[in-house]
T-cell receptor, first 110, second 114 residues
Framework: DQQVKQNSPSLSVQEGRISILNCDYT??????FLWYKKYPAEGPTFLISISSIKDKNEDGRFTVFLNKSAKHLSLHIVPSQPGDSAVYFCAASEVDQFYFGTGTSLTVIP | DSGVTQTPKHLITATGQRVTLRCSPRSGDLSVYWYQQSLDQGLQFLIQYYNGEERAKGNILERFSAQQFPDLHSELNLSSLELGDSALYFC?????????????FGPGTRLLVL
């Protein structure tokens, strides 16, 4: 039972354009959401997070949007850079349980 | 480099065998988490320890067990291995194990069961 879903396995974007990665969840009790980035042969690294009481959080080129009514989370990267090419995982937590999506592989084309 | 180390990097074994994966958390972190990533799957949370005690349990099979030692390193023991246990196993650590704390991940141990 996948409670956090990333329906797009891959995404290609031109350098300088916006990358939008999407994530859907089913559990309305999730109260904290995160995005992690993963390069090959490395573990995931934390990127940005958002509490369920907010609808937007911004950190430099990265912005996360939360639509609780739609149970939808998105990560915007503007402008996209070749170094952003990686697998992006969204994650959600409920108390002491952590759920990750299957990841979206982003390729930024120079 | 996250500061979290995992050994070994790769492990090949046979069905029915038992293996131990080791994790050393970042200096100062008291909490350790274990995750499993199978092919085309997201990371599945297995178990969390805080300062030597089990804090939370996720989708961990009964054939799997873990512990955190006084020096805060952790081991994940996988027994009666099956083909489906082939996966990437990640360890992560955080300062005090709060649900909103950033988790720092190690590079993973890739397990192949033949």
């Amino acid at each position: 039972d996948q409670q956090v879903k990333q329906n797009s396995p891959s995404l290609s974007v031109q350098e300088g354009r916006i990358s939008i990665l999407n994530c859907d969840y089913t559990n309305s009790m999730f109260d904290y959401f995160l995005w992690y980035k993963k390069y090959p042969a490395e573990g995931p690294t934390f990127l940005i997070s958002i509490s369920s009481i907010k609808d937007k959080n911004e950190d430099g080129r990265f912005t996360v949007f939360l639509n609780k009514s739609a149970k939808h989370l998105s990560l915007h990267i503007v402008p996209s850079q070749p170094g952003d090419s990686a697998v992006y995982f969204c994650a959600a937590s409920e108390v002491d349980q952590f759920y990750f999506g299957t990841g979206t592989s982003l390729t930024v084309i120079p | 480099d996250s500061g979290v180390t995992q050994t070994p990097k790769h492990l090949i074994t046979a069905t029915g065998q038992r293996v131990t994966l080791r994790c050393s958390p970042r200096s100062g972190d008291l909490s350790v988490y274990w995750y499993q990533q199978s092919l085309d799957q997201g990371l599945q949370f297995l178990i969390q320890y805080y300062n030597g005690e089990e804090r939370a349990k996720g989708n961990i099979l009964e054939r799997f067990s873990a512990q955190q030692f006084p020096d805060l390193h952790s081991e994940l023991n996988l027994s009666s291995l099956e083909l489906g246990d082939s996966a990437l196993y990640f360890c992560a650590s955080s300062v005090s194990g709060g649900a909103r704390e950033t988790q720092y991940f190690g590079p993973g141990t890739r397990l192949l069961v033949l």
